[in-house]
Antibody, heavy 122, light 107 residues
Framework: EVQLVESGGGLVKPGGSLRLSCATS????????MNWVRQAPGKGLEWVSS????????YYADSVKGRFTISRDNAKRSLYLQMYSLRAEDTAVYYC???????????????WGQGTLVTVSS | DIQMTQSPSTLSASVGDRVTITCRAS??????LAWYQQKPGKAPKLLIY???TLESEVPSRFSGSGSGTEFTLTISSLQPDDFATYYC?????????FGQGTRLEIK
């Protein structure tokens, strides 16, 4: 069974930092592009960042560029999101999501983890 | 960035109804479009990709169509389990964007 389990969320003050992790199992991790998507309370989905299978290609939404860093450790089958200079508007549930296939360009997401809540507040 | 606009924002319907949700892109995205279903407190679930290809184990009452800038998700006969929020997502380029969502509620 494919599983994605996020951790690392919590309460942080504005300007603070947090590192999210996503532990995976049940598939060949180093073959898939991986992604972070967030959802503010009561709001819609917002793509945050993507990283290719070998970490060569990395992309960020404009809203987080320069503040967030995506990375992966294929040996540990894990995905990470290092978040700096956090703002109130970064408050959201952060989901880890795998590309649905290994086919290049098929960048839709399945499956998703259960999400981890990040709250930025003083 | 490519903007995705869904309509309606909220849709009230009854079990057995046929419903259609529309998603419009601000520029052509060919068929690089996916649809997701999300229930409260749960992660989204992929329903359709490449505009019209049904993900495995998704019921055949769901269908997608369209290309270019206009797309639709149709549920042919609503079941109680289908009341949820639906999102479209474009992946024409690396700056992925979602529609704002359509909440499908029981009439």
């Amino acid at each position: 069974e494919v599983q994605l389990v996020e951790s690392g969320g919590g309460l942080v003050k504005p300007g603070g930092s947090l590192r999210l992790s996503c532990a995976t199992s049940g598939f060949t991790f180093d073959s898939y592009r991986m992604n972070w998507v967030r959802q503010a309370p009561g709001k819609g989905l917002e793509w945050v960042s993507s990283i290719s299978s070998s970490s060569i290609y990395i992309y960020y939404a404009d809203s987080v560029k320069g503040r967030f860093t995506i990375s992966r450790d294929n040996a540990k089958r894990s995905l990470y999101l290092q978040m700096y200079s956090l703002r109130a508007e970064d408050t959201a549930v952060y989901y880890c999501a795998r590309d649905s296939t290994v086919v290049a360009g098929e960048n839709c997401f399945d499956p998703w983890g259960q999400g981890t809540l990040v709250t930025v507040s003083s | 960035d490519i903007q995705m606009t869904q309509s309606p924002s909220t849709l009230s319907a009854s079990v057995g109804d046929r419903v259609t949700i529309t998603c419009r892109a601000s520029q052509s995205i060919s068929t690089w479009l996916a649809w997701y279903q999300q229930k409260p407190g749960k992660a989204p679930k992929l329903l359709i990709y490449r505009a019209s290809t049904l993900e495995s184990e998704v019921p055949s009452r769901f269908s997608g169509s369209g290309s270019g800038t206009e797309f639709t998700l149709t549920i042919s006969s609503l079941q109680p389990d289908d009341f949820a929020t639906y999102y479209c997502q474009q992946y024409d380029n690396y700056l992925i964007t979602f529609g704002q969502g359509t909440r499908l509620e029981i009439k």
